[in-house]
């Protein structure tokens, strides 16, 4: 039985293309960046020129992108950055109850320092209001960071209005956008954004490496030290060869996202359609339309969502109860949480995300065999609630 | 003209066993590790392999190994974690006055959180005196970190012995081996080690990730937060490619390293014979036995070491004059100084670092031209000074 992967918010494949780039860099030009001789500029050149794909995909210039290890790097990089850069002009910085765990973790390890944190609510469909991020601002705050879009639930969050508030009140303001990056169109100058997150797996390059945009002017304190790399920014060797990959899979994603988004929000739509359609008291998480064009997240009343993940797994499915970061967590996800859902609901959730190699052919092959593996599941569990009077606004 | 690469300390080619290895982990085995399903766990197990491989070559468990972005990562991660973790036991760190700058940096920017920083001195041929450990040691020292080998003079330092004296006081000692690690036998228990630093770049294996040691009952604070992965010491999605080709590369590494040895060492000393006998007033810089068997070092009076790289890179040969984090860099290198040797002399320095696909031919062809270089260079400088009146110990 052939497989069918439906998990692209956990990870992408290595587009092929990405790879052919990436592998002159190990065979050939594998110097080190920073060496003065021609193996070292060889190497420099590759990383040069994907900085420049990747400013392109976000309208930035080139010197604002500094490439780190991971998304989480770039996220620890942003926050702890911006709280020892800033230390003295304030020590509050405001996030929102749904941002991944990588923003959630970093601001309690900042806590350490004194640093004091608002968790801004969602409503019902996730969403964060920029007058909430205006109301909380106080002039002992440094830092917003609100993510773009929502591992878990894929809401895209309104930040181009969440920037212009901050830039109105003079704060710098951090978005977390790691489920975005060549999924959906971003505009940095345009979404009023001084430090942006994203890592190269969430678009089709490889593991090991992210960038954090930087705005020209905003100067914040490095995270990783020891030598000059990334003009002094980040510290260590460069991942040469999956910079480049990264580079290429920025390329190709700002030629091709129209066509992608297309194609995933119609497989999207299909799934959504199909699953509250066939299946009673299934909810979906997240806002209706503003959200990933990849992704459909439910929760279904009366089942653990791991074991339809697992049932599923045996047909041939990969799909994910939310985030990959904290499967095998048995706590109810903080972001289905954050919605307002009871914890018996929040557990009871799936995650379904598309990539440009999917097809309608599989969309269905999904359709017939998740109703069935609910029911069967939804028979062997005692209960069964009535989820319309258990969830907010349904 | 075939290129001829000698800079092995800055980085080494990927071995193409290595990078045959880590393919399928691009092109079949592309999932989350953190997945549950099919695809995650195909991804998971090709790092615990990495995992047992790395551990292996180390003595150690493969639970004590953590899997970074970089040597340099590791570094920071063992530094602040330590300080962060004992914070109430003790704020004194002791290292030497020739760690690599990952160390000295991350040294410093602890010192804006308290810490405070013992660099021991170094005699003229770069060693730290265990004793000199000794008695640094107060009821404030809460580390001691000294590198296993100096990247810019390829000393060898007696860690085995500073690690005694740590455990005899009941402080964690941590040491940078990335130059050591694949290329020198390590063996973390008779060595006395508490955390060990690592980079696979160095040994054959891809850039971009690196590892950190940490004895089973060592408890220190994560450095990249935000996920549960390398069982909760360090978030990101793992670089699995990467994971699977510095496993590789260990593995390799175990299995070559008396023929490497042999080979690289036969070559180092033909490099040293053959430029000390045919040049006057040139200084082999570091131990003149207890040194990387694949490194020579030198000051050539009267010469900047940046022109006699440029040069050489002209003539087809790639070396470099220290560090190559701080290529570029008009400052003398703080090793050099450490030695006791004066600027003019430390902005001399030619370091050549030989691997495993070097050949005895290479080596006679750069003797060839090494000592025309000089020539030319030193009858276009206008001083010349008499090394031996200059320099310690000499």
Known sequence: MERVYFDHAATTPTRPEVLQAMLPYYTEHWGNPSSLHLEGVAALEGVERARTHLATLLGADSDEIVF????????????????????????HIITSAIEHHAIHDTVE???????????????????????????AITDRTILVSVMHANNEMGTIEPIAEIGAVCRERGVLFHTDAVQTVGHVPIDVRRMNIDLLSLSAHKLYGPKGVGALFMRDGVTITSYVHGGGQESGRRASTENVAGI?????????????????TAHTSGLRDQIIGGILGAIPDVLLTGHPTQRLPNSASFCVAGIEGEALLLDLDQEGFAVSTGSACTSGVSEPSHVLLALGLPPDIARSSIRITVGRGNTAEEVDRLLEVFPRIVKRLRDMSAHRPALAERVPHD
């Not at 290890?69 to 020590?91: I, P, Q």
């Not at 320092?113 to 964060?128: F, K």
């Not at 480049?244 to 992608?260: C, F, I, K, S, Y």
């Open 68 to 91: 780190t290890g991971s998304g989480t790097e770039a996220d620890n990089h942003a926050l702890a950055g911006v709280a020892h850069a800033l230390g003295d002009k304030g020590d």
């Open 109 to 135: 390890h900042l806590g350490r320092v004194g640093v004091r944190a608002t968790h801004l609510p969602v409503d019902e469909a996730g969403l964060v209001d920029p007058d909430a991020v205006r109301s």
């Open 244 to 260: 480049v990959g990264l580079g290429e899979a920025a390329r190709l994603a700002g030629e091709e996202m129209e066509q992608e």
